[in-house]
């Protein structure tokens, strides 16, 4: 049992850490970092979940999800390139804008 | 054995994303990623998930990091400011929550090492069962995470901007 709650102290001490990155950092690179850390806690805590109960169903969506993130990555990374082209901006203070 | 590994990667998987948070550089910051992706995979493989380590190394600490440094040499981020010189407190007194929640930490790893049994494992088997899955009960999601990959692939390489 306390082995089960390290894990779960692990997960939500990471998925914590990425969501002060996407609240308080203002940088989009490193917004999107902590996005990428939240989602990684998540499929800790999926393999942890199948691993204790022995249900495939915990792995089968971890690999979803590594799918899911790394499209995300993609989107996102290219979305602050195609900003930092515009207006060689990199920070979330100067998105006040938003446009069609 | 296994359970002292997994306890070791996940505190230094844990204070990497913390420092990830704290770091005003986003190319330090980007090495703490790596670290915690690193550690995360090496989870996964004490927890016997071979296939999902392997591609945790090869996807995100691989290609995902990869994109994020071209990105961090095309558009490079200011420096962060600094939350913390603004506080008028001396650094000892900002040092003590971190060692409380260091110490709550080492004595829940102890009696997690000494109290429970071993780590769980994933049966090798298992892999066959989540095939299945994966093209059975779960093709639709399959299908769909499939179509969205495709889709951000179309989507980044058509960009007119």
């Known amino acids: 049992m306390s082995a089960s709650l390290l894990a779960g102290v692990f997960c939500a001490g990471i998925f914590l850490a990425g969501f002060a990155c996407l609240v308080l950092r203002r940088q989009l690179l490193v917004m999107l970092m902590g ?15 199948a691993a204790r109960l022995q249900d495939p169903a915990g792995l089968s969506l971890a690999l979803l999800l590594l799918a899911v993130a790394a499209a995300e990555a993609v989107v996102g990374l290219s979305l602050i390139l195609a ?18 | 054995m296994v359970l002292y590994g997994f306890v070791l990667l996940g505190f230094l998987a844990l204070l990497s994303s913390l420092l990830l948070l704290f770091q005003r550089s986003a ?10 992706l690193l550690q995360a995979a090496g989870l996964f493989l004490l ?26 040499m095309a558009a490079p981020p200011a420096l962060g400011p600094s939350r913390w010189a603004k506080l008028s407190l001396p650094g ?5 929550p971190a060692l409380a929640l260091f110490l709550e930490l080492a004595v829940l790893a102890l009696s997690a090492t000494q109290g429970s049994g071993p780590l769980p494992q994933i049966d090798p088997s298992m892999e066959r069962a989540v095939a299945a899955l994966l093209f059975g009960r779960f093709a639709l999601l399959t299908e769909a995470a499939g179509g969205l990959v495709l889709l951000c692939s179309l989507a ?5 901007g």
């Open chain 2, 156 to 160: 980044v390489v058509l960009d007119p």
């Open chain 2, 27 to 36: 190319y330090a910051g980007a090495i703490c990623l790596l670290a915690v």
């Open chain 1, 35 to 49: 996005l990428e850390l939240m989602l990684n806690a998540a499929n800790l805590a999926l393999v942890w979940g």
């Open chain 2, 47 to 72: 927890l016997g998930a071979r296939l999902l380590g392997f591609l945790q190394v090869l996807i995100y600490a691989g290609a995902v990091l990869v994109l994020v440094v071209i990105a961090l």
């Open chain 2, 92 to 96: 000892w007194i900002l040092a003590l």
């Open chain 1, 83 to 100: 900003l930092h082209r515009q207006d060689a901006s990199s920070s979330s203070e100067d998105l006040r804008r938003l446009a069609g």
